[in-house]
C-alpha cells in the first residue's frame, strides 16, 4: 500500500442526490493514526429482540462444557460462531408489581430500560432513556446515524393493560423518559438513510428516480471506480466485497417491494405485463406477514451490518417482533405466537414455541455469522462488536421474569470472553446492560435501571 496515500474515515462514494459511506480500509489507518501505532476500530452496539420467552429446555445449555461442543436445539444455528457467544443464566428482569397485569406491555419497554414505567402517569411515556440512546447521546456525534432503530411490524399496538400507554408495547428505545424512539419497517427507508440520500435534490433519487428501474449504487459507482485504482489489492478485494453485498442487498429489497407492486396489481383486478394469461397469479407478500418472513429480516440484518461496517452508526436496535399478532406461516403453522406460549406443556404448542424461538435465533445467527466473515483492522467486524439477541421475558406460559434469556456475540473490541457459557451468574437487566456499555467503552454517569453492580465475569479481565 502507498503510504502517502491518506484517506479520512468519513470519506464517502457521491453520486447525484445520493452518498454511500465507506467500510474501513488499510489507507483509512494512515490517515487516522500515528506512525507506528495500530488502528483500533470503534465497538459497536447492537440489540435483536422477541417477545414472550423460551423454552428453556431447548434454550439453555446442559452445562459449561458441553456449550460448544452439543449446544442446544434453540442455539444450533450459532454453532458455527459459538466460539464468539458468550450465554449467562441467572439475568433477572424488572419486577412488574404494581403492573402485575401488564406483562406484555412491560415486556419490550423495560427491556432496555431496566425501569418501570411512572405508576402516576400511565397514559403517558414516563419510564427512562434506554441504553442504546445512553450509548447513542456518547458515540452518536461521530457517525451520521447516532443509531438505528429497526423493527420488522409496525408499532401500532394498542391493549389497555394496566391503562398504560400503548407505546410500551412495541418500542424498546426512549430517547428520554418521556420520549419513544420509532423504528423504521420499511428497507427501502433504511437504504436511503444508509446512502445519505439527498430529499428533493435536483436529479437525486428523490425526484422521479424509481428505485426498481436504477439502482441507487449504481450513482456512485464512478467514484468507486475512480478510487479503486489508488487502493492496495487488499484494499480492493475488501471494497468490492462491500459493494457487492449493497448491491445484493439492493436487489433483495427491490424483488420484494416488486412482487407487493404486481400482488397489489393483481388484487385490484389489474394484470402484469410481465405474465401470460394462463399463469398463476403472483404470491402475495404482506410485509411483515409473509410467506418468508426470513426473508425480511435477513435483509434488514444485512442493512444493520452495513451500517456498522461503514460506521455510519455504532448503535442499533432490531425488534424482530412486538407482543401481540404474529404468526410464522414459513414454519408450516398459521398459530399466533402469543397463543402458543400459553402452551399448559401441550407437546404440539410446545414444538411450534421451539421453532419460533429457534427461527428468531438462526435470523440473529444470519447477521453475527456474517460480521464474522467480514474482516476488519486485524480482526473481524464481530470482534469490534457487542450483539444481544434476548426476550423481556423467560416463560411466556407463566409470564416469569426470574431468568431472561440472553445470547450475547462478539468481543466487544477485546473486552468480553467469548466462547463461555455462565451457568451460575448473579444478577439483575440493568447490571447486563450497564456492564456492555462499559465494556463498549460508555461512561457511566448512573446505572442503569435497577442495576447494582458490573457483572465481572463477563469481561476479558484476568
Given at each position: 500500500?502507498?503510504?502517502?496515500?491518506?484517506?479520512?474515515?468519513?470519506?464517502?462514494?457521491?453520486?447525484?442526490?445520493?452518498?454511500?459511506?465507506l467500510?474501513?480500509?488499510?489507507?483509512?489507518?494512515?490517515?487516522?493514526?500515528?506512525?507506528?501505532?495500530?488502528?483500533?476500530?470503534?465497538?459497536?452496539?447492537?440489540?435483536?429482540?422477541?417477545?414472550?420467552?423460551?423454552?428453556?429446555?431447548?434454550?439453555?445449555?446442559?452445562?459449561?462444557?458441553?456449550?460448544?461442543?452439543?449446544?442446544?436445539?434453540?442455539?444450533?444455528?450459532?454453532?458455527?460462531?459459538?466460539?464468539?457467544?458468550?450465554?449467562?443464566?441467572?439475568?433477572?428482569?424488572?419486577?412488574?408489581?404494581?403492573?402485575?397485569?401488564?406483562?406484555?406491555?412491560?415486556?419490550?419497554?423495560?427491556?432496555?430500560?431496566?425501569?418501570?414505567?411512572?405508576?402516576?402517569?400511565?397514559?403517558?411515556?414516563?419510564?427512562?432513556?434506554?441504553?442504546?440512546?445512553?450509548?447513542?447521546n456518547?458515540?452518536?456525534?461521530?457517525?451520521?446515524?447516532?443509531?438505528?432503530?429497526?423493527?420488522?411490524?409496525?408499532?401500532?399496538?394498542?391493549?389497555?393493560?394496566?391503562?398504560?400507554?400503548?407505546?410500551?408495547?412495541?418500542?424498546?428505545?426512549?430517547?428520554?423518559?418521556?420520549?419513544?424512539?420509532?423504528?423504521?419497517?420499511?428497507?427501502?427507508?433504511?437504504?436511503?438513510?444508509?446512502?445519505?440520500?439527498?430529499?428533493?435534490?435536483?436529479?437525486?433519487?428523490?425526484?422521479?428516480?424509481?428505485?426498481?428501474?436504477?439502482?441507487?449504487?449504481?450513482?456512485?459507482?464512478?467514484?468507486?471506480?475512480?478510487?479503486?485504482?489508488?487502493?492496495?489489492?487488499?484494499?480492493?478485494?475488501?471494497?468490492?466485497?462491500?459493494?457487492?453485498?449493497?448491491?445484493?442487498?439492493?436487489?433483495?429489497?427491490?424483488?420484494?417491494?416488486?412482487?407487493?407492486?404486481?400482488?397489489?396489481?393483481?388484487?385490484?383486478?389489474?394484470?402484469?405485463?410481465?405474465?401470460?394469461?394462463?399463469?398463476?397469479?403472483p404470491?402475495?407478500?404482506?410485509?411483515?406477514?409473509?410467506?418468508?418472513?426470513?426473508?425480511?429480516?435477513?435483509?434488514?440484518?444485512?442493512?444493520?451490518?452495513?451500517?456498522?461496517?461503514?460506521?455510519?452508526?455504532?448503535?442499533?436496535?432490531?425488534?424482530?417482533s412486538?407482543?401481540?399478532?404474529?404468526?410464522?406461516?414459513?414454519?408450516?403453522?398459521?398459530?399466533?405466537?402469543?397463543?402458543?406460549?400459553?402452551?399448559n406443556?401441550?407437546?404440539?404448542?410446545?414444538?411450534k414455541?421451539?421453532?419460533?424461538?429457534?427461527?428468531?435465533?438462526?435470523?440473529?445467527?444470519?447477521?453475527?455469522t456474517?460480521?464474522?466473515?467480514?474482516?476488519?483492522?486485524?480482526?473481524?467486524?464481530?470482534?469490534?462488536?457487542?450483539?444481544?439477541?434476548?426476550?423481556?421475558?423467560?416463560?411466556?406460559?407463566?409470564h416469569?421474569?426470574?431468568?431472561?434469556?440472553?445470547?450475547?456475540?462478539?468481543?466487544?473490541?477485546?473486552?468480553?470472553?467469548?466462547?463461555?457459557?455462565?451457568?451460575?451468574?448473579?444478577?439483575?437487566?440493568?447490571?447486563?446492560?450497564?456492564?456492555?456499555?462499559?465494556?463498549?467503552?460508555?461512561?457511566?454517569?448512573?446505572?442503569?435501571?435497577?442495576?447494582?453492580?458490573?457483572?465481572?465475569?463477563?469481561t476479558?479481565?484476568?
Amino acid at each position: 500500500m502507498n503510504k502517502n496515500l491518506l484517506i479520512d474515515r468519513r470519506t464517502y462514494l457521491r453520486g447525484v442526490g445520493a452518498a454511500l459511506a465507506l467500510p474501513l480500509l488499510d489507507a483509512m489507518g494512515w490517515a487516522d493514526t500515528v506512525e507506528g501505532k495500530t488502528y483500533k476500530p470503534p465497538v459497536r452496539l447492537g440489540f435483536m429482540y422477541m417477545p414472550h420467552g423460551v423454552i428453556m429446555e431447548q434454550f439453555w445449555p446442559a452445562n459449561a462444557e458441553s456449550f460448544l461442543s452439543a449446544p442446544p436445539p434453540a442455539i444450533r444455528s450459532l454453532r458455527p460462531v459459538l466460539d464468539q457467544c458468550l450465554m449467562m443464566k441467572g439475568i433477572s428482569g424488572v419486577p412488574i408489581d404494581p403492573y402485575n397485569g401488564a406483562p406484555h406491555a412491560l415486556e419490550l419497554s423495560t427491556w432496555l430500560t431496566a425501569t418501570l414505567p411512572d405508576p402516576a402517569k400511565r397514559n403517558e411515556i414516563s419510564i427512562a432513556i434506554s441504553a442504546d440512546q445512553v450509548a447513542a447521546n456518547y458515540v452518536g456525534a461521530f457517525t451520521t446515524l447516532p443509531s438505528l432503530e429497526l423493527a420488522t411490524m409496525p408499532q401500532t399496538w394498542k391493549e389497555n393493560q394496566e391503562g398504560l400507554n400503548e407505546a410500551y408495547y412495541s418500542h424498546c428505545s426512549f430517547r428520554s423518559p418521556t420520549q419513544a424512539v420509532p423504528a423504521e419497517v420499511k428497507p427501502r427507508n433504511v437504504l436511503n438513510r444508509l446512502f445519505n440520500t439527498e430529499q428533493g435534490a435536483a436529479g437525486g433519487m428523490s425526484a422521479g428516480m424509481n428505485p426498481l428501474d436504477r439502482s441507487m449504487l449504481d450513482v456512485v459507482l464512478g467514484g468507486a471506480r475512480n478510487l479503486r485504482g489508488s487502493l492496495s489489492a487488499r484494499d480492493q478485494h475488501k471494497l468490492d466485497e462491500y459493494l457487492d453485498s449493497v448491491r445484493s442487498v439492493e436487489r433483495r429489497i427491490a424483488a420484494i417491494e416488486l412482487r407487493q407492486k404486481e400482488a397489489a396489481l393483481e388484487k385490484a383486478g389489474v394484470g402484469s405485463s410481465k405474465r401470460n394469461s394462463s399463469d398463476s397469479p403472483p404470491i402475495e407478500i404482506k410485509i411483515p406477514e409473509g410467506e418468508k418472513r426470513s426473508e425480511y429480516m435477513q435483509v434488514m440484518c444485512d442493512l444493520n451490518v452495513l451500517a456498522f461496517q461503514t460506521d455510519t452508526t455504532r448503535v442499533s436496535t432490531y425488534i424482530g417482533s412486538t407482543p401481540n399478532g404474529v404468526s410464522y406461516p414459513e414454519l408450516g403453522f398459521n398459530d399466533q405466537h402469543h397463543s402458543q406460549t400459553h402452551h399448559n406443556y401441550e407437546p404440539e404448542k410446545l414444538a411450534k414455541v421451539a421453532a419460533i424461538t429457534a427461527f428468531n435465533i438462526e435470523q440473529f445467527a444470519y447477521m453475527v455469522t456474517k460480521m464474522h466473515n467480514l474482516r476488519e483492522g486485524d480482526g473481524t467486524l464481530l470482534d469490534n462488536c457487542i450483539m444481544m439477541w434476548g426476550s423481556g421475558l423467560e416463560d411466556g406460559n407463566i409470564h416469569e421474569r426470574k431468568n431472561l434469556p440472553f445470547i450475547l456475540a462478539g468481543k466487544g473490541g477485546g473486552s468480553i470472553k467469548t466462547g463461555r457459557f455462565l451457568p451460575g451468574t448473579s444478577g439483575n437487566q440493568g447490571d447486563l446492560l450497564s456492564t456492555l456499555l462499559t465494556c463498549a467503552g460508555i461512561p457511566l454517569d448512573r446505572p442503569i435501571g435497577i442495576a447494582t453492580k458490573q457483572l465481572t465475569e463477563i469481561t476479558n479481565v484476568v
